[in-house]
């Protein structure tokens, strides 16, 4: 898909712009977050702004678009950092669990706002799919060299790791009681093995050294 909101002006300055505009959404969320906050946070002129963007959507939405695009690079470079697949996918859902509050507020706003706008919307499947290759991979990979015993379809089984995450996110934004990352993390790696059919060291390994 095309990404028509996105225009060349502003070179390495329009960046740090989005990144001004990244941490003015995290904090006042999609509807609040306005040329005057950017202007305040970033020290750029409000003409500027408009130049840059157009108008103060345009500016949210590629603020969002570029942020979600960082974090499927971000997991795609965790992904190629580790061979072993069961290693990966634990690495992948650490990367997951540990994303700084800021980084939880965007996303939960893209989702949001993925919800009433089509061009949005049409991005975020295709973010969705780029998110998801990776941890896909892992498991297929996983299968093929018989480290893993699938029990349940490969996709399916990827799908409800990612709604679990994306649920625990959804679940720390709104302040809503949660188990700690680490107790957290515990369940839902020990629920994949069984779902995996994970063959080789027991869960002690998991634990994987900064």
Same mark, same amino acid.
């Given at each position: 898909?095309?990404?028509?909101?996105?225009?060349?002006?502003?070179?390495?300055?329009?960046?740090?712009?989005?990144?001004?505009?990244?941490?003015?959404?995290?904090?006042?969320?999609?509807?609040?977050?306005?040329?005057?906050?950017?202007?305040?946070? @970033? @020290?750029?002129?409000?003409?500027?702004?408009?130049?840059?963007? @157009?108008?103060?959507?345009?500016?949210?939405?590629?603020?969002? /678009?570029?942020?979600?695009?960082?974090?499927?690079?971000?997991?795609?470079?965790?992904?190629?950092?580790?061979?072993?697949?069961?290693?990966?996918?634990?690495?992948?859902?650490?990367?997951?669990?540990?994303?700084?509050?800021?980084?939880?507020?965007?996303?939960?706003?893209?989702?949001?706002?993925?919800?009433?706008?089509?061009?949005?919307?049409?991005?975020?499947?295709?973010?969705?799919?780029?998110?998801?290759?990776?941890?896909?991979?892992?498991?297929? /990979?996983?299968?093929?060299?018989?480290?893993?015993?699938?029990?349940?379809?490969? @996709?399916?089984?990827?799908?409800?790791?990612?709604?679990?995450?994306?649920?625990?996110?959804?679940?720390?934004? /709104?302040?809503? $009681?949660?188990?700690?990352?680490?107790?957290?993390?515990?369940?839902?790696?020990?629920?994949?093995?069984?779902?995996?059919?994970?063959?080789? $060291?027991? $869960?002690?390994?998991?634990?994987?050294?900064?």
């Amino acid at each position: 898909m095309s990404i028509t909101r996105r225009r060349r002006a502003g070179g390495a300055k329009r960046d740090a712009v989005l990144d001004a505009v990244a941490a003015v959404l995290a904090a006042r969320g999609y509807e609040n977050t306005r040329f005057a906050d950017v202007s305040a946070a @970033g @020290g750029v002129a409000i003409s500027t702004l408009q130049t840059y963007f @157009g108008s103060r959507e345009d500016m949210v939405i590629e603020a969002m /678009q570029v942020f979600t695009d960082r974090e499927v690079d971000a997991l795609r470079a965790v992904s190629a950092a580790e061979a072993d697949p069961w290693r990966r996918l634990v690495a992948l859902v650490d990367r997951s669990l540990h994303n700084s509050e800021s980084t939880r507020q965007i996303l939960v706003e893209f989702w949001r706002s993925a919800m009433r706008d089509d061009e949005l919307r049409h991005y975020s499947a295709e973010v969705q799919t780029r998110y998801r290759a990776p941890f896909l991979d892992a498991v297929l /990979q996983g299968a093929e060299r018989g480290a893993f015993e699938l029990a349940h379809d490969a @996709g399916a089984v990827t799908d409800l790791l990612l709604s679990a995450l994306a649920g625990l996110i959804v679940s720390r934004v /709104q302040h809503h $009681p949660t188990p700690s990352p680490t107790e957290f993390r515990d369940v839902l790696l020990a629920q994949l093995r069984l779902m995996l059919g994970v063959k080789g $060291p027991t $869960p002690s390994a998991d634990r994987i050294e900064d």
